[in-house]
């Protein structure tokens, strides 16, 4: 008998893609808290980020929503994972 990994392959990516995403968006976070100023602060120093910097930088809402696609992403890869193996465990115990 011939057992395919596929699930527990699936399982594994999307938990591996969820891990990607999570970690680009925690980066933009980070990179969008360094750069602001406070309130008040922007009239005595001139920004040091280039304007087209700036314009390239994701929304801290849009990282905020990427953060909890990839924390979604990683749980459902996880349940597949467990579901895999609970069905995996059910086929040996039948087959012995």
Known sequence: MQ???SALSAGLSAIQTGQRRVD???SDIAGNAVNQQPPGSAAQ???QVPATEQSARPELA?????LNVGKVEAQAG?????????????LIDTRA
């Open 3 to 5: 057992i395919s990994g």
């Open 62 to 66: 849009d990282s905020l929503v990427a």
């Open 45 to 47: 120093q001139p920004s």
């Open 24 to 26: 680009q968006a925690a």
């Open 78 to 90: 996880a349940r597949v994972v467990e579901t895999a193996d609970e069905v995996l465990g059910t």
